[in-house]
């Protein structure tokens, strides 16, 4: 367009000046400004052709000209606000656009899925008119509050959409004005943070209980607070947390808050079993059980009754498992109506059961909980827009609050300006062909703030095309993750890796070991597992302490990892028992070596600071697919040929078979025996004399416990002792032994002679409890006999506690005239110093010792050696294990005290023991 202006030298026609009067009226004055004039002509000329040429004549300019520069401003207005548009419907938050009076002047397509209404039906409207009452009053005090302040806020608010679906919004209004300054309206941008509060509500609840725990509030208070927190979140769920009793045979209710009183009281102390409600078989089984309608599950037949009473009608009960998979109790929540669990809600039980393990099992997590609560709070997303080159046009302020970057300094750039190293060529080849294919791409991906510093970030990015298809604009909201994705690291490493030596924990292990199973199953390859204990570890413990300890597992874990690949997994389950899983087997042959590889290592001498330690391993090994067909099959039968290889003598490694598993099915059934043994009358002791080398006499005999079996017929203590140690009856069969040996024991002083000694073994269990040693010092008094008719036999490991405890008894046993033997001496860490320290009167020499006395000259230093050591510090020696006269004629030669094995009788009952001694055979 010709904009310069008409001569000033010519006049002004008389027809020009009556027709621009005539068709413009006051809006035309000689006097006005030239591009007044022209914008005037440009919207009402509309003449003949020969009035138009006077014009441009008149003029000196083209009238077409001023018709198409209209044109083409309107075109570009028309395509602004279609970019407009378009960029508002690309965005996924609400947006919506309001005048001071609170009526909609437009919005975008998300805010028309909220209210369910197309923008034509909202445009016009008051909030009063679409939100239901009380959220549509809210909304219009929150308009004036924003428009009287001047300023953005943000609101929070929870919102029901038309579909049914409850959400949290978080919308930032901001007040916008007219030139004058005075407010015209305001704008409003909505996001869906459901998922961040409800992230938020449940750390929020973690972090009270362990805080709660860490000012030693009780643990029903902390599972209450719990159990309320997750009510909270779901109003339509009732959670019962409970506990597993003393005897792991019950589970107690610890937190109910909801469930009414009598429903409450009648499902109290239910027991653990296979068909038992929803928690009694989740306890048992540990897995997690799903009553979709308790009044048609098999589960709930003997109490759908009681459930239907409380106005309950599904049940979901996971277990609660801590350490090592002990079970903990259980977490359950309950419906009033028939309900299926999607997996948000599957992922909500889990999470919670977690949660409440952590306050059952790990307050020591206070500092996690501290660093678990730091999360992000998002303060605005960052905002850029790119052409279809991908230069950058527009950016948001968020963009340069996150990125440091002002709009001059990145405009026409490429936002590879902001790349950082983390990520190769092909992550952003993906990406781009997302965009290309699909018009969209979202995800994590890691920048370089202007300072240089490398941040994580939240990216969004949409295609906006042109009417043909090409690409016209792309659209990036992102924000700012970095401290949160730190955040989620710290708790996910915390979650899946030990903290001593930083390999993967028990969760980790499981996980890894299940996606190899999985991975096996399609490459038709084998998995094997490794289970590794360390045998003695306690000594070192006890011996050195915890910290020393601490070191060694740490060694241990270096040395594991040495001996196996790179593609193996090596973790640590708990305490000192090790885990490797090695993938991508063609056959097995390898594992001896790798076993035997991992022995021998862990075998060498540990040099922890001014201390030196040895420890040995055992290991046993279980193969996928031939061994088991999942996890907890393939972790229980590598556990038993673990045991099998400490059974077989420690440091060495052991194969699964079928014959394991029938020994373990058959120590079960043992164990379920042995508790109803004793009731039954099925004990018995036989009794092995002890003999004194010098004359020949038999004053002294051990009392040697058996079990009558119905079925297995006579068993050895080595059949049934360890299994009553574990399972605590070991206390009460102590008692029983310990009573019929002094009833016996003074029997035979009457009969026999009166300086008869009964020898009993007392497990460390016993020796520990105290209530059950003056038991038994009581019961010697009640019977008028002296406490020197018996011997306690202990293990030289007892020695090596530190507790006060262990000293105090034995003086009470000193006092009490009972005296004390060392059994199995030598086979441990026995020491001079132990023996000074301690009131023992007896040395038994390990049959190990005896056995190749004969042929082995080492073994006769050995008990020379112990023979003298034992006369200098005022003690006695007897050998155990004695078969031949040679190794009976060796121990006395060496000055041997007393003697017992087969050579002089096997264990007898008390009859034939009678008999023996009446015969008064010497050797």
Known sequence: MNSAAPPQDKPLHRLLERQLRRHFGSEFAPGKPWETLLAAISRHY????????????????????????????????????????????SIPDLIFIKTSEGVYLGCNQAFERFLGRPENEIVGQHDHNLLDGPLGTVARREDELTLAQGTPRMIESWVTYPDGQRVCLEVLKTPYSGIDGQPLGLIGIGRNITERKRSEQRERLRNLALEQLARGASLTDVLKTIALGVESERPDMLCTIRLVDAQNSHLVIAAAP???????????????????????????????VVVEDITTHPNWTAHKDLAIQAGICACWSQPILGAADRLLGTFAIYFRTPRTPDDQDLELVIHYANIAAIAIERGEFEEQSRLSSLILKNSGEGLVVTDEENRIIAINPAFTRITGYSFEEVKGQNPRLFKSDRHDRAYFQAMWRDLLTHGQWQGEIWDRRKNGETYAKWLTINTVRNEDGSVH??????????????????????????????????????????????????????????????????????TLGHDVGDILLQETARRIQACVRASDTVARLG??????????????TGLDAISRKIIDRLAEPYRLGSEVAFVSASIGIALYPDDAADIDTLIKNADQAMYA????????????????????????????????????????????????????????????????HPVRGLLGPMDFIPLAEETGMVLDIGNWVFSESVRQAARWRQMLDPDFQVSVNRSPVQFYDQAHNLACLDELKALGIPGRAIIFEITEQLLLDAQSKVSDTLLRFRDAEIQVAIDDFGTGYSSLSYLRKFDVDYLKIDRSFVEHLETDPNNVALCEAIIVMARRLGLKVIAEGVETLAQRNILAAAGCDYAQGYLFAQPIPPEAFETLVRKSVCY
Do not use: C
């Open 46 to 89: 509309h003449e003949t052709e020969n009035e138009r040429r006077l014009l441009e004549n008149a003029l000196g300019v083209n009238s077409q000209e001023l018709t198409q520069a209209n044109e083409l401003l309107r075109a570009k207005a028309a395509q602004e606000q279609a970019l407009l548009r378009s960029v508002m419907n």
């Open 258 to 288: 909801s469930l009414p009183d009598f429903y409450r009281q009648a499902i109290d102390r239910r027991p653990i079993g296979i068909g038992v409600t929803s928690s009694g078989q989740a306890a048992y089984t540990r897995k997690m």
């Open 473 to 542: 604009r792309y659209v990036a909201l992102f924000s700012d993750i970095t401290e949160k994705k730190q955040s989620e690291e710290l708790i996910w490493t915390q979650a899946n890796f030990d903290s001593l030596t930083t390999l993967p924990n028990r969760n980790m292990f499981r996980d890894r070991l299940s996606q190899e199973l999985k991975k096996a199953a399609r490459t038709q390859l084998q998995v094997a597992l490794l289970l590794i204990d360390l045998d003695k570890f306690k000594d070192v413990n006890d």
């Open 575 to 588: 305490g000192d028992e090790f885990a490797v899983i090695i993938p991508e087997l063609d056959d097995s």
């Open 645 to 708: 290889a400490k059974n077989s003598g420690r440091n060495r490694h052991s194969y699964f078979t079928l014959s394991l598993h029938e020994a373990a099915q058959r120590r079960v059934r043992l164990t379920n025996d042995l508790r109803s043994a004793l009731a039954a009358g099925q004990f018995l002791l036989h009794y092995q004399p002890i003999v004194e080398m010098a004359t020949g006499r038999i004053h002294k005999a051990e009392a040697l416990i058996r079990w009558r």
